[in-house]
């Protein structure tokens, strides 16, 4: 069994041996300028961790691992063209860069480039993978879809966004997982279990990242607070203050969410407070620790030695207690 | 073995049985949309065709076909983006009719619902059907990159264009034929040679359609001709001219390929003209014989009776023959 930081220095030292320098550089420069270090990799090491658990050997999950990675890199590279944003990991995005034009046919070429690794390893192994990832893909999709949908949509409730999340974050993480236990020749019904804990500790996740973009603490965030709130993202905590707020707290958050034409300090400090007196940040823990609890429950069901599960607990302990 | 008209219909039907009706409408309406009765439906056909020929169930190829026939509509739905076409088959392309991040985010999923159908057959065959598949997405990416490059391009030479050609309109087909070979239980040797046939009538078929293009009969071409004289599109007839043309054709080549401000009627009848004087036709067209007698050779090497050959050779040579 590896610790964390030694898989993720494994996949780290696997991405950095493939060889983009392919013609045409102009396709190719691109993928390759997106996943040199600044990501988390947290889907390759998990699968990682999921190959370990159940004694598999990682030799045989680490290109699959980075076809995972490549495919949720390409994604973020067609989400930043939808979603205008001209910053990633505090570097430009490649349409940004480059142009449109680029980062539609570079990520193309990174889903094309993901197949191919998830596909180097055993022959038998390829079609179980494969099914779990081609469906995951496709909800990925989904995912992105439904978000920019309620960017517009007058009506979204909490049910709605939770699933929006766990289609848009929560399924790549849980594939990954579950192509880790099938190269490690894990049982269907606990390859099924690591499946759904790691969509909920994807939905923990995300519940996490919505609740640090308003309450977190810039110095250790590493980045600007109150983005959400600037953008008027329907995250969980928009969602739930209009679902609590009455009276004065509610026109507030009509008037701040109905434009986007204000002071954004100012309008990131009154939602806040509106926030913190409906207490939002319980509301949002709460909820947040329900997912996580359920994690640790389909954890548990897990066929396998105690001791084994030590290091996924304690990675998804680290998702709930970071601060950046 | 069934003749291509019984294929054709096969293909159609297994397509229009697809469920596209499914959440959310945003994201599937435009892929239903695309893949509407209106395509030639070529690739999945020559599957089919490849597998019959070897002796394949093609019930087994189905399924893959039509995740093949989903993938080039793909890759349709994103060039159009990149290419700013409005139309595609008489239509408002996607990205005109909806948006960009329509045609984005559709294509993506297109792309991941392509890999469920190539999935959907026996799973032994999955593994050599996906090697195929992943090689070819990443080249079909690499030609349509070239081509785009190639538009602002100083020096663009006839082998570039052809080998941008070969990655973007011939390997699909080639793939295509060699994932039916592959479910038909081919011989390696005899699905690399139906490989190769595919390749060459690939090329031999764009050739046609840049010949088309100019010297094409209006009434049964069934589009407007000199679509790419207008365009200043690189194609062979173009590439050759300037490697022909002398004195005053030479100045007028270099005059109404220096801009798009030209009437458009003057500018293809004032380059037909010339194209004619050089004899462009009769090059043209030597060098698409050349690629069609190569795949009939291709053909010849495999190891089948010649009878059964028969449907392919004519359907080779009805591509050849073709005026639309």
Known sequence: MHHFGELLEKVEKALAVI??????????????????????????????????????????????????????????????????????????????????????????????????????????????????????ARQVCEGQQYDMEFETAEKVTIADYLMMIRLKTAVLPAASLKIGAIIAGAEPRDAESIYRFGENIGLAFQLKDDLLDVFGDEATFGKHCGGDITSNKKTFLYLKAFELATGNDRLALQHYFGGTDFDEETKYREVKRIYENLKLKDFAEKEMDKYYHQSLVNLDAIAVEEAKKAELKQFAQRLMKRES
Chains 1, 2 share one sequence.
Request: net charge negative; proline share 6%; charged share 20%.
């Open 19 to 136: 060889n983009f320098k392919l013609s045409p550089a102009g396709l190719y420069e691109p993928i390759s300028y997106t996943l040199t270090p600044g990501g988390k990799r947290m889907r390759p090491v998990m699968m990682l961790m999921a190959c370990e658990l159940f004694g598999g050997d990682i030799e045989k999950a680490i290109n699959p691992a980075l076809g995972i990675e490549i495919f949720h890199n390409f994604t973020l590279l067609h989400d930043d063209i939808m979603d205008k944003a001209p910053l990633r990991r505090g570097k430009e995005t490649v349409y940004q860069k480059w142009d449109t034009n680029t980062a539609i046919l570079s990520g193309d070429t990174m889903f094309a480039f993901a197949l191919d690794c998830l596909i180097e390893t055993d022959t038998l192994l390829i079609p179980e993978i494969l099914r779990t990832f081609s469906t995951t």
